[in-house]
C-alpha cells in the first residue's frame, strides 16, 4: 500500500522567540522584515505594542481586520510609513492615493477590469504564454524561474492593457524593475523613525535613476498613443492606456495622475503576480505528489476546453496550488492601516496615529485559523474546502474598497499561464534551488529560483 508523503514545507523565518533590540530591529527591517516577527503574531488575535513610531497593532483576527478594512474604513488611511515607502515612486496612482483622487482613479479604470473585459483578454493571455514558452525550447536546461515570471506577466500586462505599446524592452525593464524593488522598495530607517523628509533617505538615492527610467517609460508610451490618436481616433485600441487618456481633463484625471496610474500598472501591476507564479512553480516542483494531479487536470481541460477564459473555473486543482502558493507567500505581505480617529474593537483600542498591520504573512500563517499552517497543502482550497474558510483568513488582493482591483486579472491570468507552460514542461528542483523569502515591497525569492525546465 502507497504511503501518502508528509506535505512540503517551504522554507520561512522562524517566529522569533524574544524581541529584538531597537538597532537589531532596524537591521531587520531594512535587511526583511518577514523576520522581525515573533511567536504572539502567528497565535493571538491581536498584538499590540509600542513601535518605534509609536503604538503599533497587528491585526490577526478575521473579524478585526474586516472591521479595519470594511466596516469602518473611511476611519483608516495608509500608513504614514507605508506611503512614505510607495509615494516617491507611484505618487498619485491607485495603490497609494487617498480620498478623492482614489476615488477619480478607481471610477477611471472600473470599465477596464470588468468580467466581459477580463474575459475578453484570455486569448491574448494565452498567445503571450504561448510565444513565451516557445523560448524554453532554446534556453539552458536550468532556468530562473522568477525572472522568467516577470518577463512573461510583463509582456501578458503590455499585451492587454497597452495593446503591446509599451516603450522599452521587456528585458530592460525586468532588470529595472528588480533594481527599484532592491533599493525604493526597502524601508528605509529614516522612515521607521519618522524622520523629516527633508534628510536624505539612501533607499531613495540609490533608486532615482530607475525611476527616471520608469517616467521615461510613461512619458513614452503616452507620446506614442496620443500620436496614434491624432492620426486616426478609429483605429486606436480601446484599452486601459486609451481609457486613461480619455478620462484626462477637468471633471477627471490630471496629466500627472494618469502617468502615476500608468506607473503603478507597468511597475506593480505584473509583478505580484510574476512572484506568485514564481512560488506555485516551485512549491509544485517540491511536492511532485501535488504537481501530479495538476498536470493531469490540465491536460484533460486543454483536451476539450479551446477557449482560455473558460480556464480557470474549469481547473479548481490548478487554481488551488496557485492560491496556496499565495497563502505561504503572499505577493504584498503587509497591509498597513492607520486611524484617522481613536476607534475601538471588543477590548481593544486603536488609537488615533497608531500603526495598524493586517499581515497576509502572518494571517496566512496563523496557528489558530489554519491546519499545519506552514505546509504546501492545495486541498485547503479545492471545491467545498475553500467555502468555509473565512474571507478575512485570506488576503491576497486585500479586502474591502481598497481590494485590488485587478484581483481577477491576476487570477485567470495565472491559470492560463501555469496551464500553458505545465502542459508542454516539467518544473524540477536542482541542487542551487534554495530560495529565501524576502520582503521588498512584494514576497520575493532570494536567490532566485533556478529549477530544471524539461520537455514532458
Known sequence: ??????????????????????????????????????????????????????????????????????????????????????????????????????????????????????????????????????????????????????????????????????????????????????????????????????????????????????????????????????????????????????????????????EDNIITFIGAGHETTARALGWTLYCLAEAPWEREPVEQEIEAVLSREPDPAKWLDAMPMTRAAFEEAMRLYPPAPSINREPIETDTYKDLTLVRGATVLAMPWTIHRHRELWDRPDAFMPERFHPGNRERLDRYQYLPFGAGPRVCIGASFAMQEAVIALAVLMSRFRFDTVAETNPWPVQKLTTQPQGGLPLKVSRR
Open 1 to 258: 500500500m502507497d504511503t501518502v508523503p508528509a506535505p512540503f514545507v517551504p522554507p520561512a523565518p522562524t517566529p522569533r522567540t524574544s524581541p529584538p533590540s531597537f538597532l537589531e530591529m532596524i537591521r531587520i527591517v531594512y535587511r526583511n522584515p518577514l523576520e522581525l516577527w515573533g511567536e504572539p503574531s502567528y497565535t493571538k488575535p491581536w498584538v499590540s505594542v509600542s513601535g518605534v513610531g509609536g503604538p503599533l497593532i497587528i491585526a490577526n483576527d478575521p473579524g478585526l481586520i474586516r472591521h479595519v478594512l470594511v466596516d469602518n474604513a473611511r476611519n483608516y488611511r495608509m500608513s504614514t510609513v507605508r506611503q512614505k515607502i510607495l509615494r516617491p515612486i507611484l505618487r498619485d496612482g491607485l495603490l497609494t492615493a487617498e480620498g478623492e483622487v482614489w476615488r477619480r482613479s478607481r471610477r477611471a479604470m472600473a470599465p477596464v477590469f470588468t468580467p466581459r473585459h477580463i474575459a475578453g483578454f484570455a486569448p491574448a493571455m494565452r498567445r503571450r504564454a504561448e510565444e513565451f514558452a516557445r523560448r524554453y525550447e532554446q534556453l539552458p536546461a536550468v532556468s530562473d524561474i522568477a525572472r522568467d515570471m516577470t518577463m512573461l506577466t510583463y509582456e501578458i500586462l503590455a499585451e492587454t492593457l497597452f495593446s503591446g505599446e509599451v516603450a522599452g524592452s521587456p528585458g530592460g525593464f525586468a532588470r529595472q524593475v528588480d533594481h527599484l524593488f532592491e533599493t525604493m522598495g526597502r524601508v528605509d530607517p529614516l522612515d521607521l523613525l519618522r524622520a523629516p523628509d527633508w534628510l536624505p533617505r539612501l533607499t531613495r538615492l540609490r533608486g532615482r535613476r530607475t525611476l527616471a527610467y520608469f517616467r521615461r517609460v510613461v512619458a513614452d508610451t503616452i507620446a506614442m498613443r496620443e500620436a496614434r490618436l491624432e492620426r486616426c481616433r478609429e483605429d486606436v485600441p480601446e484599452d486601459f492606456l486609451t481609457l486613461l487618456l480619455r478620462a484626462e481633463g477637468p471633471d477627471g484625471l490630471t496629466r500627472a495622475e494618469v
